[in-house]
């Protein structure tokens, strides 16, 4: 006997019309990467990303138009000379006229004017020459790339010295960068590892027209530990065929079945093993474990969580309809993964 839900009806027919089913997600993954590109992304000001007192402080004096700009430093340091020493002040000079021609920046100090305090170091042997970037502090790392480029030229002719520049321009230009190829690399192999698994765990695309929850894991984790057993109970709660869950293991066969054992886990669980290089891990860019993805049928993660925290599971348990947590049950609100 057939069942009549809506998720039966749509695997019934995509079973029978598997290449329209296919080629049909594909374009539709292909439509959403457009447009969203195309929409672009609202990035939070400083003064509105903060929480608590400081988040308050920050909203506070961005309402009242006080300007608040991106400050930086370079670092001078010597392991021989001392800055009253002549070579010490020609570096110092030179790297304060190199700021001095960059038209976004703005009120240079110099460690050598007389009324400097805080900016050497008390064996002399370091010094900071600070400067400000002009307008928004958010926008700062947009504009610090030639200055950085300028002060590792700096450090190329100065070898005797170290020169190096702090700041949060700096900081986040450095972090963008390193997010953009993580990103990058993950926009390009997260959609075929999903498909790969997909097709790996059903031996079809018809899971293609369903959300996918997928959970990564180490047997040796202590969270893991906690939590699965939590998911377990949405997987054995949810309605048949209207999302498809998997569990990857980052260990062998045999530790993963000892887990499954233990913990009373009867997840679908696939490998995605060291020998083999953590494809699917890499893929989406895992540090910790456990790390969880919801991914919707056009490929967008629609839901994520590393470690544990019992709101976000909540959330999940809601959104699927099935609670993850038994009346009057003690669970903390978090465990770091």
Known sequence: MHSNNLAARAARWSAAHWKTAVFGWLVLVAAAVVLGNAVGTHKLADSEAGDGQSG?????????????????????SSRTLQTHDGAYVWEIRKVVATLQTFPQVTNVRSPLEPDSTGVISPDGRAALVRFDIKGKAEDAHKHVKPILDSVAKLQQQAPSFTIGEIGDASANYELDKTLGKDFQKAETLAIPITLLIMLLAFGAFVAAGLPVLLAFYKVSCPTCQYVFPFLERIYRGRTDGDIGMYAISQDDAESTREFDREFGITLPTLLDREEDGYPASNAYGLSHVPS??????????????????KKELEALGTKLGVSPFRDGEQVPEMKSG
């Open 56 to 76: 308050k402080a920050q909203h506070i004096l961005a309402s009242a138009g006080f300007k608040q700009p991106s400050s930086e430093q370079v670092v001078i």
């Open 292 to 309: 969880m993805f919801l991914i919707e049928p056009d490929g967008t993660i629609a839901w994520s969580l590393v470690g544990f925290h």
